[in-house]
């Protein structure tokens, strides 16, 4: 096996993904919006504050080798001589850290018609009236490009500040460019109530407010929040940190004393509970209700209506097409 000095391989991870590309393959880099960047080969590939995201496929970095090693296949040691021996050639010019600038949601473009996104979601056991509601109040439709199912995310105002976006016709999970996710996709209560429940997802979310209207039950009557996806507790519990979407919640209705968790039943659910249970101020009472079939909300509304259960990649296999 080649042996790479350790002082080279030091010297190369400390060489960005987007200074990487400005240097040596600036024909690969796009321009996407602000201090955000893109790469023509992979559009749902984003770089900015020097880290860099593949959110069709679920896998980030920091560095240039992490890229060559994560996106382009190589194994460690090509990827550290590569990169050094282009350094070694022509020394990178470092790219002068970018400042922060306040996030601006850039939402895909909707498409005239909602059929396809309607039909995934009826397909997945959401009621219609659901569906309707959150059509009528922009919180969630279909995007022009790629039929994806957008789920919107606003602050007080209404404004949206968060979307995230799922594949009707593949496996595909991201979120919109600027996306904050202090404030996911929610369903506030009809009137000022002291409980707010917490699911992984939209779809869970929906799937929980479907299952609360068969039991002949106001799905309105308290307040629904998903938490933009899966959350990663610290290695020590008691370290952890309440997720941003419910911190900023639970700061804006003090009256809410209640959390009720409807997080999968899988280990990474199980323990995403007991560590947002942990961390939470005493305060707040809090009760663990999994769902009560399968792995998360939605199978088990499927379960109940005796929808036929495809096995569904929430990871990267299988795609109709790369982003």
């Known amino acids: 096996m080649p042996y790479v000095a350790p002082e080279v391989v030091q010297r190369v991870k400390q060489i960005d993904l987007l200074t990487y590309l400005k240097n040596y393959e600036p024909y690969e880099l796009v321009h996407f919006s602000g201090n955000v960047y893109t ?3 992979h559009d749902s590939l984003k770089i900015s504050n020097g880290k860099w995201m593949w959110w069709s496929r679920g896998i980030g970095g920091r560095s240039a080798l992490d890229y060559l090693i994560k996106v382009r296949g190589y194994d460690f040691v090509q990827a550290v001589q590569m990169i050094a021996e282009q350094a ?4 990178p010019v470092s790219i002068p850290a970018e400042k922060k600038t306040e996030k601006k949601l850039i ?7 909602q059929t396809y996104a309607v039909s995934y979601l009826q397909n997945r056991g959401i009621d219609m009236e659901i569906i309707r509601f959150c059509l009528k109040t922009h919180r969630l439709y279909e995007s022009e490009n790629y039929h994806n199912v957008v789920f919107v995310g606003m602050d007080e105002s209404g404004t949206p500040r968060y979307a995230a976006l799922r594949g009707i016709s593949s496996d595909f999970l991201g979120e919109a460019s600027g996306s904050d996710k202090n404030y996911s996709f ?3 209560a009809e009137e000022k109530c002291r409980a707010v429940h917490l699911f ?3 779809i869970d979310l929906l799937s929980y407010a479907t299952e609360r209207k068969l039991d002949g039950k106001n799905w309105r ?3 629904l ?3 933009a996806g899966v959350y990663q507790p610290a290695k020590e519990i008691e370290k952890s940190k309440v997720p941003a979407a419910l911190t900023r919640f639970l700061k804006e209705h003090p009256e809410v004393d209640r959390v009720v968790f409807h997080l999968d039943n899988d280990r990474t659910g199980r323990l995403a509970t007991q560590a947002i249970r942990t961390v939470l101020p005493k305060k707040y009472q809090t009760r663990d209700e999994p769902p009560k079939q399968g792995n998360d909300c939605n199978d088990s509304l499927c379960i109940r209506l005796g929808i036929r259960q495809t096995k569904r990649e929430k990871r990267h ?6 982003r």
């Open 225 to 227: 929040l998903s938490l």
């Open 221 to 223: 009557e308290e307040h």
């Open 317 to 322: 296999r299988g795609r109709d097409f790369e």
């Open 107 to 113: 939402l895909p473009k909707p498409y005239r018609y």
């Open 88 to 91: 070694a050639i022509q020394p």
């Open 186 to 188: 929610c369903i506030p």
């Open 39 to 41: 790469t023509r080969s």
């Open 200 to 202: 992984e997802s939209a």
